[in-house]
């Protein structure tokens, strides 16, 4: 018997089990650390399979090309969250304002300060040159995350608590900081310290200055359907 089969041998089945259903996470972890640390087109499939301590062979069973690799990785770390998010908004029962905020900041929570962000910031530097990429990220991120936004502005329309405006121009002046933050954190404030910013300050400025600035005043009347301006 060889070393390897004598080895193979001696570990018990469940173990080998656990190994077998653990590979699949540990394969996502590689390749987003990989291609957050090198970038997406300069990292090869067989390091991705050598940081997760499998052949290349092996990773092609469960990811069938690098393209697919990141699709797993960005639904894993980004679709999921906002799935999640999407539920939390439709149980919500209290006031808009409050719904705004909770989720600008669990986003921040959830994406911004995990290893998430980094595929944020890959997405920013890489994906002119790989357009099935892009397009799997509009359709699977921002379209999502976009209505996900637009529909607590709505609501806060219809209500008559937010005062009428163009939802979709708000959902990207709501967004735009984040990935702003997120950038940060993978450039300038990764290396400077005098660039690092405060990212929970500064969401918290941010929910501060769109509520004010979505409040309808005091007496006015409330609007029933959709405000002026918005596609949805």
Request: include cysteine; hydrophobic fraction near 45%.
């Given at each position: 018997?060889?070393?390897?089969?004598?080895?193979?041998?001696?570990?018990?089945?469940?173990?080998?089990?656990?190994?077998?259903?653990?590979?699949?996470?540990e394969?996502?972890d590689?390749?987003?650390d990989l291609?957050?640390?090198?970038?997406?087109?300069?990292?090869?499939?067989?390091?991705?399979?050598?940081?997760?301590g499998?052949?290349?062979?092996?990773?092609?069973?469960?990811?069938?090309?690098?393209?697919?690799?990141?699709?797993?990785?960005?639904?894993?770390?980004?679709v999921?969250?906002?799935?999640?998010?999407?539920?939390?908004?439709r149980?919500?029962?209290?006031?808009?304002?409050?719904?705004?905020?909770?989720?600008?900041?669990?986003?921040?929570?959830?994406?911004?300060?995990?290893?998430?962000?980094?595929?944020?910031?890959?997405?920013?530097?890489?994906?002119?040159?790989?357009?099935?990429?892009?397009?799997?990220?509009?359709?699977?991120?921002?379209?999502?995350?976009?209505?996900?936004?637009?529909?607590?502005?709505?609501r806060?329309?219809?209500?008559?608590?937010?005062?009428?405006?163009?939802?979709d121009?708000?959902v990207?002046?709501?967004?735009s900081?984040?990935?702003?933050?997120?950038?940060?954190?993978?450039?300038?404030?990764?290396?400077v310290?005098?660039?690092?910013?405060?990212?929970?300050?500064?969401?918290?400025?941010?929910?501060?200055?769109?509520?004010h600035?979505?409040?309808?005043?005091?007496?006015?009347?409330?609007?029933?359907?959709?405000?002026?301006?918005?596609?949805?």
């Open positions: 018997m060889t070393q390897r089969a004598l080895s193979s041998a001696t570990v018990p089945a469940a173990t080998r089990q656990r190994r077998k259903e653990a590979r699949p996470q394969l996502l590689a390749a987003l291609f957050v640390e090198k970038g997406f087109a300069a990292t090869r499939s067989e390091e991705v399979a050598s940081r997760a499998v052949s290349k062979g092996t990773l092609y069973l469960y990811y069938p090309s690098k393209e697919e690799l990141l699709k797993e990785v960005i639904r894993h770390n980004v999921n969250q906002i799935a999640e998010g999407m539920e939390i908004v149980a919500f029962e209290g006031s808009s304002s409050e719904l705004l905020g909770n989720v600008l900041r669990l986003w921040w929570e959830r994406v911004g300060e995990t290893r998430a962000s980094g595929i944020l910031k890959l997405m920013m530097s890489e994906v002119r040159n790989f357009p099935e990429i892009a397009q799997f990220w509009i359709d699977e991120v921002t379209a999502p995350a976009d209505r996900m936004i637009a529909g607590i502005v709505q806060g329309i219809d209500s008559g608590e937010f005062r009428p405006v163009n939802v121009d708000v990207h002046a709501l967004i900081p984040l990935l702003f933050l997120v950038m940060n954190k993978h450039s300038l404030g990764a290396c310290a005098s660039a690092r910013l405060d990212p929970w300050a500064i969401i918290e400025a941010q929910i501060d200055l769109a509520l600035g979505l409040h309808a005043p005091a007496g006015a009347p409330r609007r029933v359907g959709k405000a002026k301006g918005s596609k949805r």
